[in-house]
């Protein structure tokens, strides 16, 4: 009896009842997606719409910043360009400046070589009319003139 009871109490389920669920299901359904496309949907594409502009304005901003450094690297290239063509002026001026300086102090050089062989050579003019402090005569010849001392010594004047 007990099992006849428990039968009786489980009702009996017929494709109708199964129809109905699946009516009811499918209510639920299309229910979720009417609020799906309502309200769902548009509130996506607008956040769909403020990433793409905003990532639009990134965008731009990066390529004006790449502008701006693209803009600064020519100048800095210009610039050091300017600096280096500088710099060879510079290096080649100075070696020009020492060249200056080394011609300078070799006629500084030369100079003094001059000035000592002219004092060598008052000395020696000196001493030699020292020495020479005899009688000089002049002996006259037609082609030339010549003077003589008594050392000696002939010098010949055209």
């Known amino acids: 009896q007990q099992q006849q009871q428990q039968l009786a109490i489980r009702p009996q389920r017929t494709w109708w009842d199964y129809a109905a669920i699946l009516v009811l299901i499918g209510g639920v359904f299309n229910g979720l997606f009417f609020l799906y496309q309502r309200f769902v949907l548009p509130w996506l594409e607008e956040r ?50 020492k060249n200056l300086l080394e011609s300078s102090r070799q006629n500084e050089t030369d100079v003094k070589q001059l000035k000592a062989e002219l004092l060598s050579l008052r000395s020696s003019i000196a001493l030699t009319s020292d020495s020479t402090q005899s009688t000089v005569s002049l002996v006259t010849n037609p082609a030339t003139s010549v003077l003589a001392t008594s050392t000696s010594s002939v010098m010949y004047f055209e």
């Open 48 to 97: 769909a719409k403020r990433r793409e502009e905003h990532l639009r304005r990134i965008e731009e901003s990066a390529k004006a910043s790449s502008d701006q450094v693209q803009a600064l690297v020519t100048v800095m290239k210009e610039t050091l360009d300017k600096i280096s063509h500088s710099m060879e002026q510079s290096a080649f001026e100075q070696r020009s400046i």
